[in-house]
């Protein structure tokens, strides 16, 4: 440990000796974060009731773990994480779940999902939970513990952060990065998080950079936050590790991940790769808080600093619960939620809620209510006059104006070829266009478009397997059956054929069986026909002449013999025709008349 | 003279060596003509286009006896996807073939199932799951929705129902916003 220490020592600054790169591109918009930084970060009064859920990050939606009735405390796991692209959910409060079904979320569709109910019993009553001792636990056995906790990137991605911490043998960490950048307008809840509580990001990055031991380890902040960057430098002071804090120049969007690891690093992530296959990980700073709550405090993911600012009375940071109404937090803030739609997120990559009584999820940063002044109508689009300007602030090297108009005519495969999928959505673009050109609409839409082409295109591919091998079985199955008739029928026929004794030992048998039927009759006598009048006599005498004269009321033994002689010729012929099944049944019919 | 004559003829030998190797060794099994076409239909199964699955009717596409515009499932996109391929003149679908329909999975209502087995044997996807005098259901994540267990049901119990839109398959519609009409931008301009 002291060895990593020395090493990390030595390197220390030496990121701030190399000097910060700059990334191609960008804007200045109008910063806006003033409004929400006067006053520190406020607590909410407890909410009544709270809505959870399922799908608040990327990957798979967490599995149930109550049922509509129970009762649950504050921490308590409500659903947990279902494979490993997941994340487990917890509940912020003591209370009863009083529903489990569809509500509306905060997602640009403004479709309801699956979400939990929590009725809050108001006594906050948290569950048994006790700090976690990281350093003798096994890097496995930790990184489960924050997937169980729940922690997600709270940058706003909420990708699954126990994913990025694994250690991977290919691609080495070697730079860990902490993004407190914060580069988009209105938001500032990472810096005043930063700012009141620099310490505990510390921890957290202390033990992310155990997870990932990382070689150096640096926070990017943006210089319009001299604040933070005073807070955290003197907080990594006191720190075992050596950590840079770097104050980065304030250019939207170098928050973005790509963008910021460029700046501190002057390393690019290719297109389409994983910041880790250039030995770089960046978490946000909200991120590293979480983490340390977690492990230090062995307290779930269950609030978020979210801003709200824009058009209310008391603009600031709230720490709000996971699930609690945005309504009531604009109300907290003195603000009308019903004020126009609410924007979650920044005014350049934030959208619209469908509704104010949404609950604060994960990806939660900011509430902007808008007023008509911030954000006025947009200008009704011209046609693109190739300007170029676009392609000037892309910070990703794309060249927007081709990918307009490839999206609008989609020519989906054309915009994937031009790298659509490397688009962050940071809305430069759109910003600077002269032609007030919604374009990042235009690369959603097409992007969206390709994804759905993929999934049906994989769906078609699984459909054409699963066709494929129904036909081969049906073909195997009609072709073992035609093998076991095949076998079935020669076994027979050579039964028929070679072995003739027992067929006549058969014969000699049914001719037994009739004989001795014939005997049995001609014994069998009427015991009232001995000392009758002759005229009863003549009577029986006539009778039995009838009956002789009619074959089917003649005696069982005739009869028999009748049967025999026509059906055995019958019964060979069909045993050389009859296949395996009918074979069975007809093997029979000898036997039973000998009966 | 004679050394040119010599030297093209043991090129020409040579190169027919190579070429006479190469159509050997790398040989193309089966018609690839055929797997492009199916590569494009939707693998339905479905038998709307008259032939008995995808890959038949996409067979019959490459010897030209059916015409492209047979695949309902595959839509518009999918013939001119084929026109493309093919390089012949787009059609629009021929109605009567069907229609398009929004994307379905079929469902059983287990509570009517007498389990008869006669959709398993329909389903080209196996796609239903079930023993016979025992409840079926739909593994709704392989079922193509081509219906083909809808009409051998004895007691209608498969019904089709639409995959609904939620926030894991929701997509960004096609940005629609107003144009500024031409009068009101020669009039700014000419201000």
Request: hydrophobic fraction near 40%.
């Amino acid at each position: 440990m002291n060895a990593i220490v020395n090493i990390s020592r030595l390197l220390k600054s030496k990121l701030a000796r190399t000097g910060l790169s700059s990334f191609k591109g960008g804007v200045h918009p109008p910063q806006h974060k003033l409004e929400s930084t006067t006053s520190p970060i406020r607590s909410v009064t407890l909410p009544k009731h709270l809505v959870l859920p399922l799908r608040q990050h990327v990957g798979n939606v967490s599995k149930l773990q109550v049922a509509a009735g129970d009762h649950v405390l504050k921490g308590q796991l409500l659903a947990k994480a279902d494979g490993q692209v997941s994340a487990a959910v917890h509940a912020p409060t003591s209370g009863v779940i009083a529903s489990i079904g569809n509500q509306l979320i905060p997602h640009p569709s403004g479709l309801p999902d699956i979400s939990i109910t929590l009725e809050a019993d108001g006594r906050d009553q948290w569950i048994e939970h006790q700090a976690l001792d990281y350093l003798s636990m096994s890097k496995p056995e930790l990184l489960d513990h924050l997937r169980e906790a729940g922690v997600v990137g709270l940058g706003g991605a909420t990708f699954p952060s126990h994913i990025k911490l694994r250690e991977d043998a290919r691609h080495p960490v070697r730079t860990l990065i902490i993004n407190g950048a914060e580069c988009e307008p209105y938001i500032s809840c990472d810096d005043m998080l930063m700012r009141e509580r620099a310490d505990e990001i510390v921890r957290g990055i202390e033990i992310m950079r155990y997870l990932l031991d990382a070689e150096v380890c640096a926070i990017g902040i943006e210089d319009n936050k001299p604040e933070a960057i005073q807070a955290m430098r003197e907080a990594v002071a006191k720190s075992a590790i050596a950590i840079d804090v770097i104050a980065v120049p304030t250019i939207y969007p170098g928050g973005g991940a790509k963008q910021l690891i460029k700046v501190i690093t002057g390393k690019e992530v290719p297109s389409g790769r994983l910041p880790t296959e250039i030995g770089v990980q960046c978490f946000n700073v909200a991120t590293a808080y979480s983490v340390h709550r977690v492990v230090n405090h062995g307290e779930p993911v269950i609030s978020r600093i979210v801003t709200v600012t824009g058009n209310v009375a008391r603009p600031g940071n709230y720490e709000a619960l996971l699930g609690m109404s945005i309504s009531e937090l604009v109300q907290l803030a003195g603000g009308r939620a019903e004020d126009g739609d609410l924007v979650m997120g920044g005014p350049m990559m934030g959208f619209n809620l469908p509704s104010a009584a949404v609950p604060v999820v994960k990806a939660t940063n900011c509430i902007i209510v808008p007023s008509a002044e911030m954000f006025p109508q947009p200008e009704p689009a011209l046609p693109c006059i190739r300007c170029t300007r676009c392609a000037d602030v892309c910070p990703v090297n794309l060249q927007p104006q081709e990918l307009y108009w490839f999206s609008k005519s989609q020519n989906l495969e054309k915009a994937s070829e031009y790298n659509i999928f490397d688009c962050i959505e940071c809305g430069c673009c759109t910003y600077v266009c002269p032609s007030n050109i919604p374009l990042v609409q235009y690369y959603r839409y097409a992007k969206s478009e390709i994804i759905a082409q993929d999934r049906a295109k994989e769906a078609a591919d699984i459909a054409r397997e699963r066709n494929e091998f129904r036909l081969m079985r049906i073909e195997r199955e009609k072709q073992e059956r035609a093998q076991k008739h095949a076998q079935k029928a020669a076994g027979a026929k050579a039964e028929a054929g070679g072995d003739s004794a027992a067929e006549a030992a058969k014969k000699a048998a049914i001719a037994a069986a009739v004989e001795r039927a014939k005997a049995q009759k001609a014994e069998v006598v009427a015991k009232n026909t001995e000392e009758v009048s002759p005229r009863v006599e003549a009577e029986i005498a006539k009778i039995e002449a009838r009956r002789a004269q009619k074959p089917e009321l003649s005696g069982q033994p005739e009869q028999t013999e009748l049967f025999a002689e026509k059906q055995e010729p019958a019964v060979t012929s069909a045993v050389e025709q009859m296949d395996g099944t009918q074979l069975l049944s007809k093997e029979k019919q000898p036997t039973e008349e000998a009966k | 003279m004679l050394t040119a004559l010599y030297v093209m003829i043991g090129l020409a030998l040579l190169l027919g060596i190579v070429l006479g190797y190469s159509a050997l060794k790398f040989k193309v099994e089966g018609d690839p003509l055929v797997a492009r076409i199916d590569a494009i239909l939707p693998q339905t199964q479905c038998g709307q286009c008259g032939y008995p699955g995808c890959k038949p009717y996409a067979t019959a596409i490459a010897k030209g006896e059916a015409d492209i515009n047979q695949c309902p499932p595959g839509g518009d996109a999918g013939v001119h996807a084929l026109a493309d391929l093919l390089g012949v003149e787009y059609k629009p679908l021929n109605a009567e073939h069907g229609l398009p329909k929004p994307k379905s999975v079929a469902v059983i209502d287990e509570n009517v199932c007498i389990g008869c087995t006669l959709c398993i044997q329909a389903c080209p996807v196996d796609a239903i799951l079930g023993a016979a005098k025992h409840m079926h259901t739909v593994i709704a994540s392989e079922c193509t929705g081509c219906e083909l267990c809808v009409a051998p049901c004895p007691v209608d119990c498969i019904s089709m129902e639409p995959i609904a839109e939620s926030p894991a398959n929701w997509k960004w519609r096609y940005p629609v916003f107003e144009i500024k009409p031409e009068s009101t931008v020669t009039k700014k301009s000419a201000v």
